[in-house]
């Protein structure tokens, strides 16, 4: 019988695999779509993860954003605990990594930690200096940490690729001395009689019908999509959709699977001059052996979007509130839109674009970071390897349209002054529609998006905390049951996910021993 079974090899289970076996000595990718998505004109949208111990920690783009303080200080007050607010979240943010400035703010970073954090800027890319350019041009503010609890600004791209190698988490944590199952899909989680009249976790079957005990705790980490349907697959969910599936209801939990947030994005294409010199990939002059050592990007822009405008589209949101400057999306400001140069052609399946792969073009990665679209997942149907029904509901609020239509306009802006004339020839539009510039209007804007907008994958909130969970991540109305990853983040993060669910993995790892040694 084991102590813990952590279901899910993914980040936050390596991390609370090596972190809790201290206490007691001891095809790469899920290629999912979403369901049709109705302000995406019924396009399906693909959504990707790690299909191999490690998770996406091992396929994913290497982005190391923290975000800003503001989205934890949000989190620690909806969920009134303020282990989850950034000051209590920091000492795990530092703990997690080695800074790759051995002279940065100790308060703010650490440098003894397992991933390995590393600047874009240790290559040099040949159009760098001339969007450096275009960007601060249109007023863009020039920071040097995107990582210091304000992250409002352009500030050097870092990475958690080290000597041009990811990290994932299972080399980086180790996971010596623990027992660990590949190829194995659970079925359920077993549960049964506790105490007080309450359900307890015994431990999970596989679907090869094999059963394994836990002495002390499950604790499922299979990310915002598969852990709530195990959740539901174990009859812990919605009654209505347990029922549809004839699944027995041992724990009613209505927000299983609600609250499904993900940061939706559109990806602009320019056509650049001069590509025979080789400014970027693929191209047999884009050759310099410091490309191979990380994603083809240098510097990340995060933004607040007007005040005015999203004060607006929060009043047409919420038509019975009085929203007012105060409002926890408009104050303390907050980093709306992220704005991510990458020096190659970024198309992603779904999209359909058939921009050319041939050195001529780059892409700008345009993310709405604090979406107000919420969706949700269901059962397909009782089969654990069946892929859950997504969907994310992207675009759906004013909101969120007016976030992606200044992130788009500021972008543009850099691009028509001379600086930015200097570098493209033109924006590639998908045939049939126009070209954009920073005057189009806001129903070309809308037309583009629903026509080529897709995710970064970064879904997160659907075993949200304060809902489903506790603040110590305990399933409610379960003992000995616990979810830990980015399905209980509750409120979206200004970042690219990975630091969070290391932090978040680092602090439950460090709650967990804790009451194991009380």
Not at 52 to 74: C, F, H, K
Not at 105 to 129: K, V
Request: net charge negative; glycine share 8%.
């Amino acid at each position: 019988m084991a102590d813990y079974l952590i279901l899910g090899g993914g980040l936050a289970g390596c991390v609370l695999a090596s972190r809790l076996s201290e206490l007691h000595n001891s095809p790469f990718e899920y290629n999912l779509k979403t369901v049709p998505q109705k302000h995406y004109d019924g396009r399906e949208v693909f959504q990707a993860g790690g299909r191999l111990l490690s998770g996406s920690s091992s396929v994913n783009y290497g982005a190391w954003t923290r975000g800003d303080r503001s989205d934890y200080d949000l989190w620690g007050k909806m969920v009134n605990d303020e282990r989850w607010s950034y000051e209590g979240l920091l000492p795990y943010f530092r703990k997690t990594e080695t800074h790759h400035d051995p002279q940065a703010d100790p308060h703010q970073h650490g440098f003894e930690g397992p991933i390995h954090s590393t600047p874009a800027l240790s290559r040099t890319y040949p159009l760098t200096e001339h969007l450096k350019e275009a960007y601060l041009k249109i007023g863009v503010r020039p920071i040097h940490d995107h990582n210091g609890g304000d992250n409002k600004g352009m500030a050097p791209h870092v990475e958690n690729w080290h000597k041009g190698k990811r990290q994932p988490a299972g080399k980086a944590y180790g996971l010596d001395g623990i027992k660990v199952m590949t190829n194995t899909t659970v079925k359920r989680i077993i549960l049964g009689d506790g105490q007080n009249s309450r359900m307890r976790a015994k431990g999970v079957e596989l679907t090869s019908g094999q059963t394994l005990n836990a002495s002390r705790e499950v604790i499922v980490s299979c990310g915002a999509f598969r852990s709530p349907q195990l959740l539901m697959l174990s009859g812990i969910g919605p009654t209505d959709e347990l029922e549809k599936h004839s699944i027995p209801v041992f724990v009613e939990s209505p927000e299983v699977g609600k609250n499904l947030c993900d940061h939706s994005a559109i990806t602009q294409f320019y056509r650049i001059h001069d590509p025979e010199k080789g400014l970027c990939a693929p191209n047999s002059a884009f050759n310099h052996p410091s490309y191979l050592e990380g994603f083809p990007t240098d510097y990340i822009i995060a933004e607040s979007a007007p005040t005015s405008t999203l004060k607006h589209a929060l009043q047409l949101d919420c038509p019975d509130q009085s929203i007012t400057d105060t409002h926890p999306l408009l104050f303390p400001p907050r980093s709306h839109y992220e704005i991510l140069p990458m020096y190659a052609p970024t198309e992603v399946p779904l999209t359909n674009m058939n921009i050319p792969i041939d050195g001529s073009v780059i892409s700008i990665g345009i993310l709405n970071l604090l979406p107000t679209s919420r969706g949700h997942l269901a059962l397909a149907s009782t089969d654990p390897v069946a892929d859950p029904l997504i969907d994310p509901n992207y675009y759906s609020t004013h909101f969120d349209r007016t976030v992606l239509r200044s992130a788009m306009r500021r972008n543009m802006a850099a691009f028509e002054t001379p600086e930015g004339q200097a570098v493209v020839a033109e924006e590639i539009a998908p045939a049939g529609f126009p070209s954009l510039t920073s005057k189009s209007t806001d129903e070309e804007l809308d037309a583009r998006v629903r026509r080529a907008a897709a995710s970064f994958y970064h879904a997160a909130g659907t075993v949200s905390m304060g809902r489903v969970v506790d603040t110590e991540c305990r399933v409610k109305g379960v003992d000995g049951l616990r979810v830990v990853d980015a399905s209980v983040i509750p409120t979206p993060i200004s970042a690219h996910y990975m630091v969070v669910v290391y932090a978040l993995a680092e602090q439950m790892a460090e709650i967990i021993a804790g009451k194991e040694k009380a």
